[in-house]
């Protein structure tokens, strides 16, 4: 028999009897019930992330052994010992809170399940949000991009100033010649930049960042897509100096940020991309 509702409840078996022996039932056995043990897990993104941004902090909450069945109810997040939000655990156990008010720094997140009838409450391990302080307003930085396949060196662009905070784009420009390319071939794409003359400290994030490439066939035939993509994951950077960031080195993995495995636009046939490509991000 499986109980399932907390508390005290008295059990009784009761025999029907045959044709030799009467009915009869047994003294009542008090049976205790407890709530079973729940297990809030949180987890956040993005992480890290730049004041004014916002972060989704996402709680799944699961019924410890033996216990069984999916938790009802609602969840409290707290910044250290603050409340900040709360949420409604859906039919599968999950709830989701978003917030852009956290201030730069750490913040040690906690998520609180109130339990149910049937579940006792639950605290999640701390976890720590790291929200940095966007670029101060003006802060100018030099930018240039680049992309390779096919093994070879690939060209860079020339240096562009952009103003942060803000969003840019850079070309279209050719930097690799008459680049043409195979499906299934790596095309990387990447940037670095560099804050002339700057010694102060501060944090400048790259997001949104990407190069959208126009696509030709060799053959001549229409593409099934005329452009193709290279996303570049979002990055904060920590400044200190006017140095080259991520690196100084224009041969380095690190000013690769992104790469795609070329898909078959042209038939199986080659690709070309002699018109090269647009780099866009946006900087916080």
């Known amino acids: 028999m499986t109980c399932t509702l907390p508390g005290q409840h008295s059990i009784t078996a009761a025999y029907s009897g045959d044709t030799a022996f009467a009915g009869s039932t047994s003294a ?48 409290t997040f707290f910044d250290g010992g603050t409340p900040i939000g709360t949420a409604r655990l859906d039919s599968t156990g999950m709830a ?32 720590t949000q ?45 930097m690799d010649g008459n680049l043409q390319v195979t499906p299934g071939t790596t095309l990387q794409a990447g940037y670095d ?25 060799v053959s001549g035939a229409g593409p099934s897509a005329s452009t ?8 904060a950077y920590q400044i200190t100096s006017d140095q080259w960031y991520p690196s100084g080195d224009q041969s380095s993995p690190l000013v690769y940020q992104g790469w795609v495995t070329v898909p078959d636009l042209c038939g199986g046939g080659k690709i070309s991309l002699t018109k090269g490509g647009t780099f866009t991000a946006t900087l916080g």
């Open 193 to 217: 930049f560099t804050l002339p003359g700057n010694h102060s400290s501060l944090t400048m994030t790259v997001t949104a960042a990407k190069v959208t490439f126009a696509v030709a066939c």
């Open 228 to 235: 193709l993509t290279v996303t570049l994951p979002a990055q």
């Open 96 to 127: 989701a809170f978003a917030t852009s008010s956290l201030a730069a720094g750490n913040h040690p997140i906690t998520a609180t399940y109130g339990g149910d009838t049937s579940f006792a409450a639950s605290t999640s391990a701390a976890l």
């Open 28 to 75: 009542a056995l008090t049976q205790d019930a407890n709530q079973a043990a729940a297990t809030t897990t949180l987890g956040s993104g993005p992480n890290p992330s730049t004041a004014g941004q916002q972060e989704t902090f996402v709680v799944t909450v699961t019924a410890n052994p033996p216990g069984a069945g999916i938790p009802t109810g609602g969840v």
């Open 130 to 174: 790291t929200v940095t302080a966007a670029c101060p307003g003006g802060t100018k930085a030099n930018f240039r991009w680049h992309y390779t396949a096919n093994g070879n060196a690939g060209g860079w662009s020339g240096t562009a100033t952009q103003a942060c905070p803000g969003s840019f784009s850079m070309g279209p420009q050719a």
